[in-house]
């Protein structure tokens, strides 16, 4: 199973990179993808997760070869 994992914004320079790719033999949430691919960094509150370009929960299943990105909080007045 190959994952491609984007992230965005302020994630992207406080994790010091913008892409990650996973090869991972078992089933996994976003929440999953968040945790192997930041080596354990917290997730800020608020974080947006899309899957294939749509929005999902962090409880949602990954399946081969999707694409997982993730957002900062939208901040602005």
Excluded: C, K
Excluded at 11 to 25: H, K, P, S, W
Excluded at 44 to 53: G, K
């Amino acid at each position: 199973m190959t994952i491609n994992v984007r992230f965005f914004a302020s994630l992207r320079e406080r994790l010091g990179y913008a892409d990650a790719e996973l090869e991972m033999q078992t089933n996994l949430t976003a929440n999953d993808v968040w945790n192997l691919s930041t080596q354990g960094h917290d997730m800020p509150a608020n974080t947006l997760v899309a899957v294939n370009q749509e929005y999902v929960s962090l409880n949602e299943a990954i399946r081969d070869g999707d694409e997982v990105a993730f957002f900062p909080p939208v901040t602005g007045g």
